[in-house]
C-alpha cells in the first residue's frame, strides 16, 4: 500500500505562485510514474501534468509556459510549482502514482493510488 500525502495549496490573488507538493510513503518496490490532477466545481477531474517512465514530461495545454512539474526519486516527492495563476486554475489538486510495467509508466493510462487533494483558489 502507498499512501500519498500532498501539502501547499492555498489562496493567492491572480498571477501569483503556489508550489504544490505529493510525498509518497509505504513499500515502494518498483518503479512507478506520477503525475498532478484537478478537479473544479461541476467539472470532471482532468490532468494537469505527469511525469512518465522513460522520463517524458507533459503538461496540459491550458498550464504550458506556467506550470513546472518536477521529481525528487531519493524522496519519492513530486512538485508542481504554478506561476501565473489565473482564477481558471481554481480547483482541488490531486496527486496521482501508478506502478510502471514493462519499463512504461503514464498516470494518464490509470492510476493506483491517489492523494487526498489540496484546495487551490486563485481570486481575481
Known amino acids: 500500500q502507498v499512501q500519498l500525502v500532498e501539502s501547499g495549496g492555498g489562496s493567492v490573488q491572480a498571477g501569483g505562485s503556489l508550489r504544490l507538493s505529493c510525498a509518497a510513503y509505504?513499500?515502494?518496490?518498483?518503479?512507478?510514474?506520477m503525475g498532478w490532477f484537478r478537479q473544479a466545481p461541476g467539472k470532471e477531474r482532468e490532468v494537469v501534468a505527469h511525469?512518465?517512465?522513460?522520463?517524458?514530461?507533459t503538461y496540459a495545454d491550458s498550464v504550458k509556459g506556467r506550470f513546472t512539474i518536477s521529481k525528487d526519486n531519493a524522496k519519492n516527492t513530486l512538485l508542481l510549482t504554478m506561476n501565473s495563476l489565473e482564477p481558471e486554475d481554481t480547483a482541488m489538486y490531486y496527486c496521482?502514482?501508478?506502478?510502471?510495467?514493462?519499463?512504461?509508466?503514464?498516470?494518464?493510462?490509470?492510476?493506483?493510488?491517489w492523494g487526498q487533494g489540496t484546495q487551490v483558489t486563485v481570486s481575481s
Open positions: 496521482a502514482f501508478r506502478w510502471a510495467r514493462l519499463g512504461l509508466c503514464t498516470v494518464v493510462a490509470g492510476t493506483n493510488y
Open positions: 511525469i512518465d517512465t522513460p522520463d517524458t514530461t
Open positions: 509505504g513499500y515502494i518496490y518498483a518503479n512507478y510514474c
